[in-house]
């Protein structure tokens, strides 16, 4: 079962307006990353926050993070066109030989201008 | 001077055939990963690799072998191909670390469509 899972599936706004992505996952985590893709592209890394850490800003992002609900939440203030793409919440999970990252489902998000 | 790399960008064949995917980052991490990013966006871990050493293997097919040449390189080949591999291929870097996850570098993806 997916460790991550963004709500909502697909989100659309008008330019200037703000975007809230959610993420829940399962399990205890060291720490939760948030990745963006634009179509045809591949991921780019947007913010990691840590477990021991409440809320993380960078440029116009915003992450919270509440570990006793096991979910996050990506905050996109003053949304561009330029924002539309999917975004991907990211935790990690021990296995035997090191850390595999488990992504969520995404959430697309659509930018109007 | 692109980070991570993959060749080729788009790979369309016949079902049976065996094909390659090439991957190599500049970026001198230890780790590289292979995911599979199906039809609906679902980004799923294939492989991981440290300092050439295979060290996540999850449920993936036989046909599926991973080679890594050098710490800079992780190369996938598949074997007998089938329609259920048309997928977009990702292949991503990042730093060494036994306590928690790094940041991962994405390449920019291999789209393989198996007819």
């Known amino acids: 079962s997916q460790q991550g899972e963004e709500d909502p599936q697909a989100l659309s706004i008008q330019e200037g307006e703000n975007a809230t992505m959610n993420c829940s996952y399962k399990?205890?985590?060291?720490?939760l990353q948030w990745y963006r893709q634009n179509s045809g592209r591949g991921l780019v890394h947007l913010i990691l926050?840590?477990?021991?850490?409440r809320e993380k800003h960078s440029g116009r992002l915003r992450v919270t993070l509440d570990t006793s609900k096991k979910s996050s939440s990506l905050l996109i203030t003053a949304s561009r066109a330029a924002d539309t793409a999917s975004y991907f919440c990211a935790t990690d999970a021990k296995g035997t030989g090191g850390f595999k990252t488990i992504f969520g489902a995404g959430t697309r998000l659509f930018v109007k201008a | 001077d692109t980070a991570v790399s993959q060749t080729p960008k788009y790979l369309v064949t016949q079902m049976g055939n065996d094909k390659s995917i090439k991957c190599e980052q500049n970026?001198?991490?230890?780790?590289m990963y292979w995911y599979k990013q199906d039809s609906k966006k679902f980004l799923k871990i294939m492989f991981s690799y440290n300092n050439k050493e295979l060290i996540i293997n999850e449920t993936v097919p036989n046909r599926f072998s991973p080679k890594s040449p050098d710490k800079a390189h992780l190369n996938l080949h598949i074997n007998s191909l089938e329609l259920g591999d048309s997928a977009v291929y990702f292949c991503?870097?990042?730093?060494?670390?036994?306590?928690?996850?790094?940041?991962?570098?994405f390449g920019p993806g291999t789209r393989l469509l198996v007819l």
């Open positions: 399990t205890s985590i060291n720490n």
């Open positions: 970026l001198g991490h230890d780790t």
């Open positions: 926050i840590r477990s021991n850490e």
């Open positions: 991503a870097s990042s730093p060494f670390n036994q306590r928690v996850q790094e940041t991962q570098y």
